[in-house]
């Protein structure tokens, strides 16, 4: 076997080749500040960001808390939501719905203080607002993805619409509604620091604009990567959420 | 059994009607084996459909046994060309499905599921796939995966089975293997089945008659009777001569056809 194929195909390079990588982005990172002597207002090392964390871990994990929560309640709200919808509504509402997601959300971001004021709501609402769209198209498309031949069988064996919707149609789309379940955690996060950026006491995103506010650069890069952290724990958590519920998923598409 | 006087069927094309079937006139014997066989187009699942209520033909009528057919019987059973096997569930439970959509039939008791289980770990057993009531479809090869539609669609002991072309997305050998498996169960289980193929071999193993439909409209172009003696199969045959006689003729109603219209086989 040549090496190349040892880099491509085996599992300890499979989870090798990811952790080297950023060891080499982080060693790069470390050098790059010692050979320019970059000030760390400027960009700070990856042992000062640490250090930065260690100096008030009780501070920014209890940020960490409040993004974590905006962030799953946001998403949670808007599957809740998906699960309520009518047909009637939907129609209804479907130009409004792509013309707001049409609009950049940090635009909207100013109004929801306006309406909602400084609390946890116009988080969650933002939040909602980046979640819903990519649940609702992936779910849709999901919902016509099921073979002609697996409808034909449910009819031809009396099968009611609820049975025919609950038995088939909303488990075939699983799979797909999981992808845009995927997406919509990623921007969850994304939304949850737009609105805090905006006007909020608390949060991560609150943590990162009062650090650049007093240039201490090092407390920001700690906030952004404990983001990153929520952010990576919250998509693993659905893959294995996937894993678990639709082992069938994994060999059939 | 199965009556069909005069049915047609026109459907509404984007380009027009298209007449797929025309003065269909069959009537079905209990527990015979009738293939129909034409080329493709000629409206043989078209066929299928009406008398599985799964489509109201535009004219005539279909009665299964003794009843105007009006949608979905739960003593009818169809079986596709794609084993259509839900992903998720595993072997026992496709078999299980009819049962748990829309209850067994009237003869053995609505609710008795365990006694539908039984029946389901039997019929399994009598195609050869005891053990794999776990497994989930994509476990299986496609042979298997079909042999597992074939109990689904005899857990409720249907009176009549539709079966469209099943076999034809099989190699050759599972092929002939599963003709042999559906000849035994049917003598075993005394079903009327009604069976679509484009093989001249399948229709000659399998069948009580075979019935010849002519393309666009789809029309009866001859009903054969074949009367060798059964259990037959293409590999061993004592009746080799038979056989070949029978393929041949049906050869010639086939080939003597004009050659279709190109057009997608119309379904629905």
């Known amino acids: 076997m040549t090496k190349r194929s040892w880099l491509t195909h085996s599992r300890t390079a499979a989870v090798l080749l990811p952790v080297l990588g950023l060891i080499l982005a982080l060693a790069l990172w470390w050098l790059a500040t010692i050979v320019f002597s970059i000030d760390a207002y400027l960009l700070p090392n990856p042992g000062e960001v640490v250090g930065s964390f260690l100096d008030q871990p009780g501070y920014l994990l209890e940020h960490t808390g409040v993004s974590l929560v905006e962030t799953v309640e946001g998403f949670l709200l808007s599957i809740a939501l998906l699960i309520v919808r009518s047909v009637i509504v939907e129609r209804l509402l479907y130009p409004l719905l792509l013309a707001v997601n049409a609009i950049p959300k940090i635009a909207i971001a100013p109004l929801l203080v306006v309406w909602f004021g400084f609390g946890q709501w116009p988080k969650v609402l933002m939040v909602l607002l ?14 016509k993805s099921t073979p002609v031949e697996l409808v034909e069988l449910l009819r031809s064996l009396n099968a009611s619409r609820t049975q025919e919707f609950f038995k088939l149609r909303l488990r075939y789309a699983m799979p797909q509604i999981f992808t845009g379940l995927k997406v919509a955690i990623s921007l969850a996060v994304i939304g949850s620091v737009i609105a805090e950026f905006v006007g909020a006491t608390s949060g991560l995103g609150y943590v990162i604009s009062q650090s650049g506010a007093s240039a201490d650069t090092a ?26 519920l639709l082992p069938w998923a994994r060999e059939t598409r | 059994m199965i009556r069909l006087d005069g049915v047609g069927q026109v459907f509404e094309g984007r380009a ?3 007449r797929a079937l025309e003065g269909i006139d069959l009537h079905v014997q209990e527990n015979e084996f009738v ?6 187009g000629c409206g043989k699942s078209t066929l299928l459909r009406l008398i599985a209520g799964l489509l109201p033909p535009t004219s ?10 009006s949608g979905p019987r739960r003593d009818v059973s169809f079986m596709f060309q794609r084993p259509a096997l839900l992903p998720w569930r595993s072997v026992i439970s496709n078999v299980m499905l009819p049962v748990e959509i829309s209850g067994g ?22 195609v050869g796939l005891q053990g794999f009531e776990r497994r989930l479809p994509h476990e299986l090869s496609g042979g298997m995966q079909q042999r597992v539609s074939l109990c689904r669609s005899l857990i409720r002991s249907p009176k009549v089975m539709l079966m469209d072309e099943p076999f034809s997305a099989l190699d050759a050998l599972t092929r002939t293997e599963l003709s042999a498996e559906l000849q035994r169960i049917q003598m075993e289980l005394a079903t009327t089945i009604v069976f679509v193929t484009h093989s001249i071999e399948e229709a000659v193993v399998l069948s009580d008659r075979v019935v010849v439909l002519t393309p666009r409209p789809g029309r009866l172009r001859e009903i054969v009777e074949i009367d060798i003696p059964r259990p037959r199969s293409l590999g061993q045959n004592a009746h080799l001569t038979e056989v070949a006689q029978i393929s041949g003729h049906l ?13 997608p086989e119309a379904r629905r």
Do not use: N, W
């Open chain 1, 130 to 143: 980046v979640c819903f769209f990519p649940i609702v198209i992936s779910t849709a498309t999901g919902m």
């Open chain 1, 219 to 244: 407390l920001a890069f700690a906030a952004m990567t404990l983001l990153s952290i929520v952010a990576i724990v919250l998509f693993y958590a659905l893959v294995l959420l996937e894993h678990l």
């Open chain 2, 16 to 18: 027009g009607e298209v």
């Open chain 2, 35 to 40: 293939t129909v066989i034409g080329r493709s």
């Open chain 2, 60 to 69: 005539g009528g279909v009665e299964v046994a003794g009843e105007a057919v």
């Open chain 2, 105 to 126: 039939d009237a003869g053995r008791g609505q609710t008795d599921k365990a006694q539908y289980r039984d029946r389901a770990h039997e019929l399994l057993e009598l």
């Open chain 2, 251 to 263: 050869h010639s109603l086939l080939s003597e056809q004009e050659r279709p219209v190109d057009l």
